[in-house]
């Protein structure tokens, strides 16, 4: 199944430290997993996994939390997982997403990863452990910056 895509809007603007950014930075200039984002943009959700010792990482990394190798690759990760866990953000939304509550979040199972996530175009009452859950790439109209969400 194909990943789905969506537009979204920054959040009012406000001006922040760079730090208080959710969406990270994404070009080779600001981080070395940049690979993850061009990846993402063409709708693969991918990770790093390490050619040492086979750990497979969340979040994309560098160097191999398991063992310090350097020698990692990348691995798509599919666009479907299973919902371990959720919950429904009611109040107290990071700083711009206000407006977005109630908004559900969760745990998405891909294998061994256990990867958290926002889970769009659902209402809480009607999710269930275990039920599948889809990727959804959202993309900033501002700047064109990706992200994952998952949907039902
Ligand atoms: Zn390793």
């Known amino acids: 199944m194909k990943a789905s895509r969506e537009k979204i809007t920054q959040p009012d603007k406000i001006d922040l430290p760079q730090m208080l950014d959710f969406y990270p930075l994404q070009d080779e200039k600001d981080t070395r997993i940049s690979q993850f984002f061009k990846n993402l943009k063409t709708g693969q959700l991918t990770t790093t996994k390490c050619k040492t010792c086979g750990s497979v990482l969340w979040p994309p990394r560098v160097v191999c939390s398991g063992c310090m190798s350097e020698e990692l690759e990348w691995v798509n990760l599919g666009t479907e997982g299973e919902l371990y866990a959720f919950t429904e953000m009611k109040a107290g939304a990071p700083l711009g997403f206000e407006k977005d509550v109630p908004f559900c979040i969760g745990l998405v199972k891909i294998g061994s990863l256990l990867i958290s996530s926002r889970i769009d175009e659902a209402r809480y009452e009607d999710l269930k452990i275990g039920q599948r859950v889809h ?13 994952y969400r998952f949907k039902v």
Do not use: A, Q
């Open 135 to 147: 990727l959804k790439v959202v993309e900033l109209e501002d700047d064109g910056r990706v992200f």
